[in-house]
């Protein structure tokens, strides 16, 4: 049995043979397993700071804002019969001989193209400022470029819908004031406190 083996290596050149002793597929490297997660609890999300009490002025100035607005268009729509009465003798003073059912179209036309160019800043605004209290400072400039469209909408009400009465005194005086709570907004919103606020993310 010796002298075969060693006839066998001396045939093969002498050389050892390459297969291996154990079972096959025992020299192939295996992959270590993936470890686990130590937690599966997720990151903790950074707190936003509370808002400085100027940031609070701010917003407590837009509020107040819109909602004189909106006590404004309330006035406006329930004293309207009174206001299309007297846009209705504006219009026939300057074109007596129009027709009623054109004249009644023209003058509704006018109250709620006035009303409604009111609604719509305060629309914009409230959204405007919704999306700066998520401290997106830059829409402060956006609401600053909003101002003068407003100041067209106020003197737009005020030159059709104000009229001598205790209404027009009312809708007049709800008009300025949230004219000057969105200017004192604005001024608030830009101030050094605020500033510090929006950029500290």
Same mark, same amino acid.
């Given at each position: ?114 009303? +409604? @160019?009111? %609604?719509? *800043?305060?629309? !914009?605004?409230? =959204?405007?400022?919704? /999306?700066?209290?998520?401290?997106? $400072?830059? #829409? ?27 209404? +027009? @005194?009312? %809708?007049? *005086?709800?008009? !300025?004031?949230? =004219?000057?709570?969105? /200017?004192?907004?604005?001024?608030? $919103?830009? #101030? ?10």
């Amino acid at each position: 049995m010796d002298a075969k083996q060693a006839d066998a290596n001396h045939g093969n050149g002498g050389a050892p043979s390459a297969r291996p002793d154990g079972p096959p597929g025992a020299g192939t490297a295996q992959k270590p397993p993936r470890p686990e997660m130590s937690s599966t609890a997720p990151a903790p999300i950074r707190a936003s700071p509370p808002p400085p009490r100027v940031v609070q002025a701010m917003r407590l100035a837009w509020v107040t804002s819109i909602v004189a607005g909106v006590a404004a268009c309330l006035v406006a729509y329930f004293s309207r019969d009174a206001t299309l009465a007297h846009l209705k003798g504006l219009v026939t003073q300057r074109q007596p001989a129009g027709a009623e059912v054109a004249v009644d179209a023209l003058v509704s036309t006018l109250f709620w193209v006035c009303l +409604g @160019t009111l %609604l719509f *800043v305060m629309a !914009l605004q409230a =959204l405007l400022v919704k /999306g700066m209290m998520n401290r997106h $400072g830059r #829409l402060r400039w956006a609401l600053l470029a909003v101002l003068p469209l407003h100041g067209f909408a106020v003197l737009l009400v005020d030159g059709f819908l104000v009229l001598h009465s205790a209404a +027009g @005194t009312a %809708l007049s *005086v709800l008009l !300025l004031a949230q =004219l000057a709570l969105s /200017g004192a907004a604005l001024v608030l $919103g830009v #101030l050094d406190g605020a500033s510090a606020w929006f950029r500290a993310k």
